[in-house]
Nanobody
């Protein structure tokens, strides 16, 4: 099992940046594909971005392409989500997740991930 702790959420004005971090423990971090998801009130949890275990492959939801960047530091057991040009519709609880399968294709569905963090709130004011 992997323990995940997100941080970096908060209140930000529209157009501003925010960087989320997710620290992992309990398993070799460099073997995990990592994903970011978000859940707005009354909505289902949705895919945001993901990065392969090596960092060589990433994928993004269409709604965040060009604004968000996912990265990882395997030496620090941490994955990041840099969010720029934030919009009010980005307001949600953001979760990081770990995929222990070692699959080559970075997954973009909640069911593909094995472990989840507790989430961090991001609120974008207009």
């Amino acid at each position: 099992q992997v323990q995940l702790v997100e941080s970096g959420g908060g209140l930000v004005q529209a157009g501003g940046p925010l960087r989320l971090s997710c620290a992992a423990s309990g398993r070799t971090f460099s073997s995990l594909n990592m994903g970011w998801f978000r859940q707005a009130p009354g909505k289902e949890r949705a895919f945001v971005a993901a990065i392969s275990w090596s960092g060589s492959s990433t994928r993004y939801a269409d709604s965040v392409k060009g604004r968000f960047t996912v990265s990882r530091d395997n030496a620090k057991n941490t994955v990041y989500l840099q969010m720029n040009s934030l919009k009010p519709e980005d307001t949600a609880v953001y979760y990081c997740a770990a995929d222990r399968s070692g699959r080559r294709l970075v997954p973009g569905t909640t069911g593909a991930y094995d472990d989840w963090g507790q989430g961090t709130q991001v609120t974008v004011s207009s």
